[in-house]
Every structure is written in C-alpha cells, then in structure tokens.
T-cell receptor
Framework: GQQLNQSPQSMFIQEGEDVSMNCTSS?????WLWYKQDPGEGPVLLIA?????ELTSNGRLTAQFGITRKDSFLNISASIPSDVGIYFC?????????????FGTGTRLTIIP | KAGVTQTPRYLIKTRGQQVTLSCSPI?????VSWYQQTPGQGLQFLFE???????NKGNFPGRFSGRQFSNSRSEMNVSTLELGDSALYLC???????????????FGEGSRLTVL
C-alpha cells in the first residue's frame, strides 16, 4: 500500500541536541499527524495539523504543515532520554469524514549516552 | 478513562493455523482500525470498522478478516497462517464521526504474533 516517505530513517544524537525530521508525499494531504511509538507499545498521537502553513507546538515538539500540502516537519528541541522511540507521520486527504490514514515509514531516534 | 485493550499480547502459531485477535476500544469510540506492523513494511492498514460495518479496507488478502460487535469491540482473524504473517498487530480506536477530525487514533499495545 501507499506510504509516506520519512527522513531520516534513523538518527543517533546526544542528549540536549535538537532534532529535525520530515515527511513527504507525492500527493496532497489536508491533515497531517505525528505519532510516537515507544518500545513495546502502540503509537501515541503527538501533534495534529489541519491547515496548510500551520505551525503547532506541544512542549518541546513543534510540527509544521507544509505550504504545498505535500510535506510536514517535526522538530524536537533539547532532546532528553525519553524522546527515544520511533516517530511516524500520517496523512489524511480530508479534515473530516471516514478516510483512512496513510502512515510514513518512521524515523527511529536513538540518544547516545 | 481506560485505553484500548488488545488480547492476547503474545501468541505463537504454526503455519496453516488460524488466529483470532481481540480489541476493546475506548468507551464511546465507534471506530476500530487494524494495522500490521513489521520492521520492513512499517504500519500497514488492514481495515476499519464503524458501527459494525467495514468502512475502509487495505490491500491484504482475503485470509485477513475482521468484524465489529454492537458494543464496538472488534476481532480480526487470519486464516491459513504463513511465516510472513509474523508481526505486531495494532488496533486503534477513535470517534471518527463525520463531524469531527478523524485522524486522531488511540492505539492499543498490540498483539505480537509469531508464526513458526
């Protein structure tokens, strides 16, 4: 099935560093969401974006809905050990309705001691 | 508020067998979606049920099926298991009425299936 392209696939950073990752699509999405999955658990919603150009923060996390509606970005500032996990973007063509989500391939974040 | 509950958490089957996984959504949520997660393929959408009707379907063979009961609990079944079916199966619930943002899913911890 179709998936969104996330990059990078994995990141190895030191505690305190800032993190940037992005998600791109060949087609337009009108909803972008970012989820995080901790080891052994299901994904948890971090941020939801519903308007092109929108910039939304959740604590140290900031996500942006790309102007072209074909991409989205997630930044994490001053990383801490609990940021470790897999980050997934997800897109939906509509803001409302019953359309399914399409998930990205994931970015695995590891913090080096 | 209780979260999404999936059972069993772990199970081991052999090729050719069939398996049934269960999902209890958050109280009040009428939509249940199922995803297969593997290291190589990421999160792949299986199907979604809303008010006991299959509303969306992914690109999986007919061996994968599901249903939803009147209390919104859902089950998925995989028949004639193959080695490649080994994966984490995740269930997600949401309100997903047509008048609300519908992409906000609440996931369970998953059922990890190993096929030998």
């Amino acid at each position: 099935g179709q998936q969104l392209n996330q990059s990078p696939q994995s990141m190895f950073i030191q505690e305190g560093e800032d993190v940037s990752m992005n998600c791109t699509s060949s087609s337009i999405f009108n909803t972008w969401l970012w989820y995080k999955q901790d080891p052994g658990e299901g994904p948890v919603l971090l941020i939801a974006l519903y308007k092109a150009g929108e910039l939304t923060s959740n604590g140290r996390l900031t996500a942006q809905f790309g102007i072209t509606r074909k991409d989205s970005f997630l930044n994490i500032s001053a990383s801490i050990p609990s940021d470790v996990g897999i980050y997934f973007c997800a897109g939906q063509r509509s803001n409302f309705g019953n359309e399914k989500l399409t998930f990205g391939t994931g970015t695995r974040l590891t913090i080096i001691p | 508020k209780a979260g999404v509950t999936q059972t069993p958490r772990y199970l081991i089957k052999t090729r050719g067998q069939q398996v049934t996984l269960s999902c209890s959504p958050i109280s009040g949520h009428r939509s249940v979606s199922w995803y297969q997660q593997t290291p190589g393929q990421g999160l792949q959408f299986l199907f979604e049920y809303f008010s006991e009707t299959q509303r969306n379907k992914g690109n999986f063979p007919g061996r994968f099926s599901g249903r939803q009961f009147s209390n919104s609990r859902s089950e998925m079944n995989v028949s004639t298991l193959e080695l490649g079916d080994s994966a984490l199966y995740l269930c997600a619930s949401s309100w997903r009425g047509l008048d609300r943002h519908t992409g906000e899913l609440f996931f369970g911890e998953g059922s990890r299936l190993t096929v030998l």
